[in-house]
T-cell receptor, first 115, second 116 residues
Framework: GDSVTQMEGPVTLSEEAFLTINCTYT??????LFWYVQYPGEGLQLLLK?????DKGSNKGFEATYRKETTSFHLEKGSVQVSDSAVYFC??????????????FGSGTRLSIRP | ETGVTQTPRHLVMGMTNKKSLKCEQH?????MYWYKQSAKKPLELMFV???????ENNSVPSRFSPECPNSSHLFLHLHTLQPEDSALYLC???????????????FGEGSRLTVL
């Protein structure tokens, strides 16, 4: 079945460092791909998404490119801030028109940024 | 008003207690969900409601009983829980079509449940 694998945390970086959180997926068909973020004490919120191969999602300085050939959707940011400390979830969904119950989440990667 | 509101934020209960979690959304969505978030495990989808009708139950034990009286409210009734049921329970809603391709589930802040 469909699945999402993301790098285990925790990831600890200094402020202004470059960030990469790896995510790979297994899916039949052409899923949409997402990154969600969960800040301390809050629920998850959508960070960015890409719906087809070679699309790049971006938001708040974060980017991820849908790579079909490597089945990957790595999250990157050029210069992280303390406020980026959170748990990041990679996710995929079924093809257009799928029920939202088909969203599959990775196990999450905790990111901590040192001042 | 925030989009999706969950109460209580924290709940401690004994194994013989009966309690309920409440979720309310003000986004005009017609699909609502319960997820369980445990440490170091992927999010687990528990129940899905679409237009007040339950459309999915992912083999959840009967000690968890959902209720969706209308499209804006969702409850999770709890009874005779086990310590391993301790987790963060997240409610979410999605657009009127409940489509996964938008990916935009809107989550509440969660209810932290501890079962003693």
């Amino acid at each position: 079945g469909d699945s999402v694998t993301q790098m285990e945390g925790p990831v600890t970086l200094s402020e202004e460092a470059f960030l990469t959180i790896n995510c790979t997926y297994t899916a039949t068909g052409y899923p949409s791909l997402f990154w969600y973020v969960q800040y301390p004490g809050e629920g998850l919120q959508l960070l960015l998404k890409a719906t087809k191969a070679d699309d790049k999602g971006s938001n708040k300085g974060f980017e991820a490119t849908y790579r079909k050939e490597t089945t990957s959707f790595h999250l990157e940011k050029g210069s992280v801030q303390v406020s980026d400390s959170a748990v990041y979830f990679c996710a995929l969904s079924g093809p257009p028109g799928s029920s939202a119950s088909k969203i599959i989440f990775g196990s999450g990667t905790r990111l901590s940024i040192r001042p | 008003e925030t989009g999706v509101t969950q109460t209580p934020r924290h709940l401690v209960m004994g194994m013989t207690n009966k309690k309920s979690l409440k979720c309310e959304q003000h986004l005009g969505h017609n699909a609502m969900y319960w997820y369980k978030q445990s440490a170091k495990k992927p999010l687990e989808l528990m129940f899905v409601y679409n237009f007040k009708e339950q459309t999915e139950n992912n083999s959840v034990p009967s000690r968890f009983s959902p209720e969706c009286p209308n499209s804006s409210h969702l409850f999770l009734h709890l009874h005779t829980l086990q310590p391993e049921d301790s987790a963060l329970y997240l409610c979410a809603s999605s657009d009127p079509q409940g489509r996964a391709d938008t990916g935009e589930l809107f989550f509440g802040e969660g209810s932290r449940l501890t079962v003693l």
